[in-house]
């Protein structure tokens, strides 16, 4: 990474500094230096129009389907399996993950960031074979996102039972 200002001190500077209060100085400037400016207003644009552009999309395949004479729950699935596809496809073309770079949290939150998630391991980890590598590692980042989904609802089920039993 290189330093954005070379006014400011570098990390060897920092690291041989021996006075400790000017050396918290320093890494502090350091850190203000080299930490990247982010507008959020142009942020929260970028993932509203590309996270309203999947969900248009999903809507757009489920016109289709309905219009194949589906009903509406068919049709709502075949859109998801349409939209989880591409994303697979997206990914295996490294298409999603500059998408995902472009958006942020627009191409995470709708469900082709979750199938980008499962995909993009087993992507990287398939030269480590089937078992080792995409087996073991295809839930590396959407693992956490299923554990904490199932023990959250679980949580809230059993304050829902307790509700009901001792309330009503």
């Known amino acids: 990474m290189k330093e954005k200002d070379r006014d400011n001190p570098g990390i060897e500077e920092i690291i041989n500094e021996k006075d400790s209060n000017i050396q918290k ?5 350091y850190v203000k230096n080299m930490t990247p400016k982010n507008n959020g207003f142009l942020n929260c644009v970028k993932a509203f129009a590309v996270g309203g552009s999947i969900c248009l999309l999903g809507e757009i395949f489920s016109e289709i389907y309905k219009s194949m004479g589906n009903d509406d ?8 399996m349409t939209l989880i596809g591409l994303s697979i496809i997206l990914t295996g073309f490294n298409i999603y993950q500059k998408l995902g ?7 995470i939150v709708p469900i082709t ?10 992507i990287e ?39 009901n039993v001792f309330v009503k």
């Open 25 to 29: 100085e320093k890494y502090n400037e």
């Open 73 to 80: 729950k068919l049709a709502g699935l075949y859109s998801t």
């Open 101 to 107: 770079q472009f958006a942020g949290a627009g191409s």
């Open 113 to 122: 960031g979750f199938a980008n998630s499962v995909v993009s391991p087993a």
């Open 125 to 163: 980890f398939q030269a480590e074979g089937d078992v080792f590598g995409v087996g073991c590692k295809i839930f590396s980042i959407a693992g956490p996102v299923i554990l904490y989904g199932i023990f959250s609802s679980w949580i809230l089920g059993i304050i829902y039972w307790l509700y």
